[in-house]
């Protein structure tokens, strides 16, 4: 199930896009070349990005399949970004096919490949909405048809916080959506940082002040003081390569950052 709402003329390809700069990181090809231009210009002052970016691809995998282990079979995934194999969704069904995820972006051009990627079976939907309006995603049809909110609920917002600014209280809008999650209910949420690359994250950051959304990298006290509300599970807030690797891990020669943790709603006294 889909809910695009767009027209081909609401795609800005005027302006760089964090979600197509972050595809083109990854070496997808869905990004044009205002995208491609930014992406070089961050990557000329901090190479380090594709590292953190791959890196964060492979927290997502971890954690999801660390969702499902828990028991965990609803899943609402906020700035999907554009797809990139394996999703959340195919990561989940991997281990248990009834899980069920809801996608939500703010960026039309994920929604032309929703259909044919996002939306393998009737355990998954997408629609276009905006995390700053909590109410308006939490009451959406599709959430509405996918999510049980008297089970537990795992709220994934994977490299989205930093695309929201101080003034629109990100912590403001996780405790929204914190209210509304079931106990049992999860947080997966990484971060970018400027903790371990001084002033390039400065520079970094006037880059993405011409694309469509700015960057805000935050400390580790900043990022950790996010999940108030959530105990996390082991190790914590560490980079996203520290977060339970596997055998799989690809370990980078230097720090990537990014923090990743995963945090379980807390019991009510």
Do not use: C
């Amino acid at each position: 199930m889909t809910d695009q709402g767009f027209t081909a003329d609401e795609i800005d390809t005027s302006r760089p896009h964090p979600a197509r700069m972050y595809d083109y990181f990854l070496g997808g090809r869905d990004n044009y070349e205002v995208d491609r231009e930014a992406a070089e210009r961050v990557l000329e002052v901090v190479p380090e990005v594709v590292l953190g970016a791959r890196a964060n691809r492979d927290f997502l995998r971890r954690a999801v399949r660390h969702l499902v282990d828990s028991g965990v079979r609803q899943i609402i995934d906020i700035g999907t970004g554009i797809p990139t194999s394996p999703n959340t969704h195919e990561i989940a069904h991997a281990v248990d096919p009834s899980v069920r995820v809801a996608y939500i972006d703010n960026d039309p051009i994920v929604a032309t490949h929703a259909g044919a990627r996002l939306l393998g079976t009737g355990n998954t939907g997408f629609f276009l909405g905006d995390m700053r309006k909590p109410r308006s995603i939490l009451e959406h049809p599709t959430i509405g048809e996918l999510i049980d909110v008297r089970q537990p609920v795992a709220l994934m917002l994977v490299s989205v916080l930093h695309f929201v600014a101080d003034q629109d209280d990100p912590a403001g809008l996780i405790a929204a959506y914190r209210e509304a999650l079931p106990p049992g209910s999860h947080l997966v949420l990484s971060h970018a940082t400027g903790d371990f690359h001084g002033d390039r994250a400065d520079d970094v950051a006037a880059v993405y002040k011409k694309a469509t959304a700015s960057l805000t990298p935050r400390t580790h006290a900043e990022v950790l003081a996010l999940f108030d509300g959530f105990d996390l599970v082991e190790p914590g807030l560490v980079q996203v390569h520290e977060w339970r690797p596997d055998e799989t891990t690809q370990v980078p020669d230097r720090p990537v950052g990014v923090y990743g943790a995963v945090g379980r709603l807390k019991e009510q006294a």
